[in-house]
């Protein structure tokens, strides 16, 4: 954890100053989501900001439906789940490196910083969010992919795995669906980004899915006599 955080860092001090590489690169996304009929950001924006209650609420989900959210769950599968915890931690680190990769080579501005008259709705009407996660802690130009929506899924996924209760499965599905709407909404991501973010995060997770057991056959594929004198070795250790 100790090297994502640092290579984290590296990475924003690389990217800091890129800003107009990456607002031509977010027009390159604006593009692309034109010419695919999806860019529909500032009207799904301006729609929120005429509900001042649905814009404190999806200010709140972008805040408090991120960290806070995968910190609980992180903490809960590691109590109770503890291999599902395993799958979860490893989608996200795994996930979490190819994301670098792609903010140092590919900075894109987020809507609210690509010059597309869209308003930073979370600073405006939240200022504990500068609070709690002050500019200087931040990358400004990671929008591609969102790990937002990513690592909210991944909580999505990992706590339908642990649980087969109806009210925290119910969570699962709304939790990444509430981010995808925040996100777009609060101008802090494009479509584009939001769906690499969710496709990234869900192929890492079934990569995570398939190794995990590998590890667990090694053991159960041993001959039944190495079984039988296992207890006899824990004895002499």
């Known amino acids: 954890m100790v090297a ?3 290579a984290y860092f590296l990475v924003r001090g690389a990217t800091q100053a890129a800003t107009a590489e990456a607002v031509r690169n977010a027009h390159s996304v604006v593009g692309l989501e034109r010419a695919l009929g999806l ?4 009207g799904w924006q301006a729609s929120v900001m005429s509900m001042p209650f649905l814009r404190t609420v999806l200010n709140g989900i972008y805040i408090w439906g991120h960290w806070p959210v995968i910190a609980m769950t992180l ?13 979860a931690r490893n989608t996200m680190l795994v996930s979490g490196g190819i994301g670098l990769v792609i903010f140092a ?13 869209m308003t930073d709705t979370v600073t405006v ?46 969570v699962a599905v709304t939790l990444p669906v509430a981010m995808v709407i925040t ?16 496709t990234l995060t869900t192929l890492c997770w079934l990569l995570a899915g398939s190794v995990g057991p590998r590890r667990v056959g090694t053991m159960t594929s041993l001959p039944r006599e190495d079984f039988d004198r296992l207890p006899a070795l824990a004895g002499q250790r």
């Not at 590691?78 to 915890?85: E, G, I, S």
Request: proline share 7%.
């Open 4 to 6: 994502a955080v640092a």
């Open 39 to 42: 860019f529909h950001e500032p």
């Open 75 to 87: 903490i809960w599968l590691a109590r109770r789940h503890p291999a599902v915890y395993l799958r």
């Open 105 to 117: 080579t590919f900075p894109v501005a987020p809507p609210r910083l690509a010059g597309l008259g």
């Open 125 to 170: 009407g939240a200022h504990a969010y500068r609070v709690l996660q002050p500019a200087m802690f931040t990358n400004q130009y990671a929008a591609m992919p969102s790990l937002h929506v990513g690592w909210d899924l991944v909580m999505g996924l990992a706590i339908a795995a642990a649980s087969q209760h109806a009210l925290l499965r119910l």
């Open 183 to 198: 996100v777009l909404c609060t101008a802090n991501h494009y479509l584009v980004d939001a769906i690499a973010g969710a």
